[in-house]
């Protein structure tokens, strides 16, 4: 039996975490791209073809049923609810077998994410008190995690794995929480016949996860049933991908021990059977016995790591890109200089970049002081302060909520560039804080 944090433990800890902060490092480099040309498309000779490109309509049809919806629609309520699926999962995970499974480990991220999100609230909040332009106080509450561990990549060794996994599980409960506000506060009036038939669906859901049934044709098929009912409910259709994530199971079909004892078996029987000499092609009894192997590999993996690992590159790589293509355009000229001086953009801007550190790193120390957690190893105050300028970067989430907060365009667009200009800001001050700091010579967990 090999101790829970052996050094092989560890090591295998360490590579799976830096496969991913690797993946999302360079998606944030994608995302990036497509920001600077929709801005550019946006301001350009052609920006009539940009703006008129996603307001065309795409419709299917179903018998009697047609669900009609703008590209710009398709892409912020469709295939952003698998984004927020793929979150949902995340979510999950850390607090089944992650970094937010153990409370002891969870209580300095948790700290970190309230402040993180209560001060830019309250912030925006004091500055928007009319009417009007109230409802964007949830806007400064996110962070990218997508654009804030891109930016802990371009540090090196001066960055301990520590923090890049306090900055993790900080913005996973971020995300939980912007989940929340959205779900709450940022509801269009309530349809009662879908939202019951959407409950339906999750409790069936709910009961086939208690079942043992693990076919990914049941919940995908039900997913998508579960987000038309949503869609239909009034509560907007990306919180479907959050609930199916809640019902996708964690447990394989078939346990280790037994896929180990099967596979060696499968292997024997391959080994027997395999020609001899070099023949290109494979006889019966070898061809079945891969046949197994791949079906015992399928049956081995619970399906929530399955659809992760299988979505995670489709989302970080084309649905968010395609997200920021589509919502980051903003016609400059027509804004002109009061996009960043009105109540709106200052609210954000003050919000993400002082809010958001302020946030993180008192309420860090309040939790420290009242001694219920302390530092993780190789982290030092000056880890916090630079990850709390980098949790200032709001950019996904935040313009994902000020389409939700704001139907009027010019608000919009005013909230959009303030969310823009405010993660430009963060990042540099965080970048200039944390190169500040000693190389680290070995990421200790």
Request: charge should be neutral; aromatic fraction near 10%.
């Amino acid at each position: 039996m090999i101790p829970f944090w052996s050094n092989e433990m560890l090591e295998r800890t360490r590579n799976r975490f830096n496969q991913f902060f690797k993946t999302t490092a360079s998606s944030s480099t994608i995302l990036l791209i497509t920001t600077i040309i929709a801005l550019i498309w946006s301001n350009s000779h052609l920006s009539q073809i940009y703006f008129d490109l996603w307001e065309n309509h795409l419709s299917i049809a179903l018998g009697s049923y047609i669900l009609s919806k703008t590209l710009s629609h398709w892409i912020n309520d469709g295939l952003m609810a698998i984004f927020f699926l793929i979150i949902g999962l995340e979510i999950k995970r850390e607090f089944m077998v992650g970094e937010l499974s153990e409370i002891k480990d969870a209580i300095l991220p948790f700290f970190a994410a309230i402040g993180g999100m209560g001060i830019p609230a309250l912030i925006y909040i004091y500055l928007n008190q009319q009417e009007t332009t109230f409802s964007g106080w949830g806007i400064p509450m996110a962070t990218d995690i997508a654009f804030a561990l891109g930016i802990l990549s371009l540090l090196g060794n001066k960055i301990p794995l520590s923090l890049k996994v306090f900055l993790t599980a900080t913005a996973i409960i971020d995300d939980l929480g912007a989940i929340f506000v959205i779900a709450i506060f940022y509801t269009n009036q309530i349809a009662i016949t879908p939202l019951l038939i959407a409950i339906q669906i999750f409790l069936i859901l709910v009961f086939a996860n208690r079942l043992g049934v693990k076919r990914p044709i049941v919940y995908s098929t039900l997913g998508i049933a579960l987000w038309l009912a949503v869609l239909s409910s009034g509560l907007h259709a990306t919180i479907a991908g959050v609930l199916l994530a809640i019902t996708v199971p964690a447990r394989s079909k078939l346990n280790p021990q037994k896929f180990i004892t099967d596979s060696l078996t499968i292997l024997e029987s391959f080994e027997t059977s395999a020609p001899a000499n070099d023949d290109i092609f494979l006889n019966k009894l070898c061809i079945d016995a891969i046949s197994n192997l791949e079906e015992n590999i399928a049956q081995v993996e619970p399906l929530i790591q399955k659809w992760e690992r299988e979505l995670h590159n489709f989302t970080s790589f084309i649905i968010i890109p395609l997200f920021a293509l589509v919502n980051s355009g903003v016609n400059l000229s027509q804004t002109g200089i009061s996009s960043l001086t009105n109540t709106i953009s200052l609210g954000i801007i003050t919000g993400l970049v002082l809010g958001k550190p302020i946030g993180i790193t008192f309420f860090s120390w309040l939790a420290i002081k009242l001694k219920i957690a302390s530092l993780p190893q190789g982290i030092t105050w000056k880890h916090i302060v630079g990850v709390g300028f980098l949790g200032g970067i709001g950019f996904t989430m935040s313009i994902f909520i000020s389409s939700l907060a704001f139907k009027i365009p010019n608000y919009i667009s005013n909230a959009k560039i303030g969310v823009i200009t405010a993660s430009i800001i963060s990042g540099i001050i965080g970048i200039m804080i944390l190169k500040t700091l000693e190389p680290v010579t070995e990421n200790m967990m």
